[in-house]
């Protein structure tokens, strides 16, 4: 059974940096497109950034580039999320999700593409 694990949430200070794990099993990530999203209360859930599981290929949201960076550790079935510079409007429940790939040189922005997700992490940006 596929299965995503999200790690890594906490408070940190404006302008620090986490990182966010999100660990893949009953799959092979080279098979997966793995999609970063996040929820901030009273908003809808909002797509931020995804990797292809094979070629590497990854993509932004704009409020976001610069700033985060998406890898991946095939040898550990692992997705990274590197959040470098936060703010407090990067306060929010982050997400990763996922779906087979169906095209290796771009990935979708819809949360409804993705089948599967993760239990979410508490991301909180305050002083």
């Known amino acids: 059974q596929l299965q995503l694990v999200e790690s890594g949430g906490g408070l940190v200070q404006p302008g620090g940096s986490l990182t966010l794990s999100c660990a893949v099993s009953g799959s092979t990530l080279s098979l997966r497109t793995i999609g970063w999203f996040r929820q901030a209360p009273g908003k809808e859930r909002e797509w931020i950034s995804c990797i292809n599981g094979n070629s590497g290929y990854t993509k932004y949201v704009d409020s976001v580039k610069g700033r985060f960076t998406v890898s991946r550790e095939r040898a550990k079935n692992t997705v990274y999320l590197r959040m470098n510079n936060l703010n407090s409007e990067d306060t929010a429940v982050y997400y990763c999700?996922?779906?087979?790939?169906?095209?290796?040189?771009?990935?979708?922005?819809?949360?409804?593409?993705?089948?599967?997700w993760g239990q979410g992490t508490q991301v909180t940006v305050s002083s």
């Open positions: 999700g996922t779906r087979t790939t169906t095209n290796e040189n771009n990935c979708p922005t819809g949360a409804s593409s993705y089948g599967y």
